[in-house]
């Protein structure tokens, strides 16, 4: 009987590329019209004023600016641009 098994496909090496999500610009940072502030799943951190929401929840400067994260309503976490 063998003592290995014989060589063929590997069953390891597969994972998914990464997809950098997560916060790209802070609070207080001065912003232009069209940059991405937030990239996310799901609207953990929600538009506020001068901010857009993206078809994959990414959050983008509508208007130049100053970035301020700030909680609304129902405790939720907001950014603006101000």
Not at 20 to 49: A, C, F
């Amino acid at each position: 009987m063998a003592t290995s098994k014989t060589g063929g496909s590997t069953q390891n090496n597969r994972d998914s590329i990464s997809k950098r999500l997560g916060v790209k610009l802070y609070d207080g940072q001065r912003v232009s019209g069209g940059e991405i502030i937030v990239r996310q799943r799901g609207t953990r951190i929600h538009p506020g004023k001068n901010v857009g929401l993206g078809s994959d929840d990414t959050i983008f400067a509508v208007a130049a600016g100053e970035i301020r994260f700030h909680h609304g309503p129902k405790g939720r976490k907001y950014v603006s641009v101000i």
